[in-house]
């Protein structure tokens, strides 16, 4: 059972423009809303996260906007870069379960010149 | 400070056969865990270890097993290897057990012929 509906799969974004990617969740019981980067060959990085006390957080060019009713969370990277062109990943967890993440599938986001 | 290291970076292995994956932790984290990532998806949980004892798992069977060392470094040992193994193993470090960003390694991308 996928708890953490993410997409799109694939994303296109011109230099300087905004980029979106939308997650959705479940699990009601989730209190930890993380964003990872993955380049390739490399692990994924936090990027930002978010707990459900909030609606959005932002660091520097990335912003999380979180819907707690709706049980969404998406990701918007303003002035997106060429730099930025990854894979990216939504993931919960919930109270009690550790620091076990689930994942979505992941959006692979590509900025062109 | 050095971050989460994996060796090794490339393993082929033989349907059937038994493999370890090692894990040296972030400097200061006392928690470990692992996640299977197949291609083009996202990471997925297998299990946590915490001042060396299994501290929450996920649907993996059994012949996927782990070790935690008082340094708290990890491996993880798989038997009887399937085809289907064949992934990135990602191992993630943590300062505690609970509510901690997970630092990942660049993985072991294990290929099972």
């Known amino acids: 059972q996928q708890q953490v509906k993410q997409s799109p799969q694939s994303l296109i974004v011109q230099k300087g423009g905004i980029s979106i990617i939308n997650c959705a969740y479940e699990?009601?019981?989730?209190?930890?809303f993380p964003w990872y980067q993955q380049f390739p060959g490399k692990g994924p990085a936090l990027l930002i996260a978010i707990r459900p006390d909030v609606s959005e957080k932002k660091e520097g060019r990335f912003t999380i906007s979180f819907n707690k009713s709706a049980k969404q969370f998406s990701l918007h990277i303003m002035d997106s870069q060429p730099g930025d062109s990854a894979t990216y990943f939504c993931?919960?967890?919930?109270?009690?379960?550790?620091?076990?993440?689930?994942f979505g599938t992941g959006t692979q986001l590509k900025v062109e010149l | 400070e050095t971050g989460v290291t994996q060796s090794p970076t490339h393993l082929i292995k033989t349907r059937g056969q038994q493999v370890t994956l090692r894990c040296s932790s972030q400097s200061g984290h006392n928690t470990v865990s692992w996640y299977q990532q197949a291609l083009g998806q996202g990471p997925q949980f297998i299990f946590q270890?915490?001042?060396?004892?299994?501290?929450g798992r996920g649907n993996f069977p059994p012949r996927f097993s782990g070790l935690q060392f008082p340094n708290y470094s990890s491996e993880l040992n798989v038997n009887a290897l399937e085809l289907d193994d064949s992934a990135l193993y990602l191992c993630a470090s943590s300062p505690d057990r609970v509510g901690s960003p997970l630092h990942f390694g660049n993985g072991t991308r294990l290929t099972v012929t």
């Open positions: 270890y915490y001042r060396e004892e299994e501290n």
């Open positions: 699990n009601t019981a989730f209190d930890y």
């Open positions: 993931a919960a967890s919930r109270a009690g379960g550790g620091n076990k993440l689930t």
